[in-house]
């Protein structure tokens, strides 16, 4: 029997699915963790009640997250994900040849092996050997790594509340610039500039004081309230807009949202926050 499930955002709005029929539900412990089938975008992970990524519309959200940086950073041999348990960005990074090793810091072993279960398309990258999976706290990882080790790191969290908010803060950022290499980028996901804006505004803010060059961009995301998200570069002297072509014609070649255009447009900044951020 079906029935109508609602994530109620930041207790100012609800947004809601119809779910067909309930594939997992399960308690780790650190969350709930529910795989739904819904009509709409088919399987859908939800933790804890906040919609997080859903095999129809994923694409938008994890090439967004991670090909700006991807394309874009002059090495990217070392990458580090920290969250992303789901397995999406873990797929967009692995894309790339050039990279020979991908940390993946997931604080749930539960939700990567529901999605692996479950959430097949999203979850496809895991048995690359290139991949090395860490069960545990990003923060405390990032934190305890020695400088310079990383090209790129890439922050697949979830909204800034318990388990998550540690990785909005200043000293996390300011551990990942440190282990980054002097030429390395940061992506991050960066909220909803619409309906948190306070976090958005907050998170850019915290970047722009550890790094010197901070570039958000922004599009769809069909499964979250409002439709529309940010994601941010940050490193001490990136061009965002230099795409590596090569790097770039491969991913065209197979995403279904990024390509280079996308990429140019996404970091237009709307007239308010362009006031906002100075
Ligand atoms: N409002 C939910 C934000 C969640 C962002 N991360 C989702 C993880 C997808 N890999």
Request: proline residues 5%; hydrophobic residues 45%.
């Amino acid at each position: 029997m079906a029935f109508w499930y609602d994530e109620v955002f930041e207790d100012r709005t609800r947004y809601g699915v119809k779910v067909e029929r309930v594939l997992f539900s399960g308690a780790s412990e650190y969350q709930k963790i529910e795989i739904l089938e819904t009509a709409q975008f088919g399987p859908i992970l939800v933790l804890d009640g906040v919609f997080m990524t859903g095999e129809g519309e994923e694409h938008f959200y994890h090439e967004m997250l991670v090909q700006p940086a991807m394309t874009t950073a002059p090495r990217i041999a070392r990458v580090l994900l920290v969250g992303g348990g789901d397995g999406g960005a873990v797929r967009e990074i692995l894309r790339h040849p050039e990279v020979e090793r991908l940390t993946v810091v997931e604080l749930d072993g539960m939700v990567v092996e529901a999605c692996r279960t479950h959430m097949p398309s999203v979850a496809s990258a895991w048995g690359d050997p290139r991949v090395e999976l860490v069960i545990g706290d990003g923060v405390v990882f990032v934190g305890d790594r020695e400088p310079g080790i990383f090209d790129v790191i890439v922050v697949d969290g979830c909204d800034p509340v318990g388990w998550s908010a540690g990785l909005y803060g200043e000293p996390f950022f300011r551990a990942c610039a440190r282990c980054l290499a002097a030429d390395g980028v940061l992506a991050a996901q960066t909220a909803s500039p619409i309906l948190q804006r306070e976090v958005f505004l907050a998170t850019q803010r915290v970047l722009g004081g550890v790094f010197a060059r901070v570039a958000p961009c922004f599009g769809p995301a069909p499964l979250y309230a409002s439709g529309q998200w940010s994601w941010t570069l940050a490193s001490r002297d990136h061009d965002h807009t230099a795409v590596d072509e090569r790097r770039a014609a491969r991913i065209e070649a197979v995403s279904r949202y990024w390509n280079r255009e996308i990429h140019r447009a996404a970091f237009a900044l709307p007239s308010d926050l362009k006031r906002l951020l100075g």
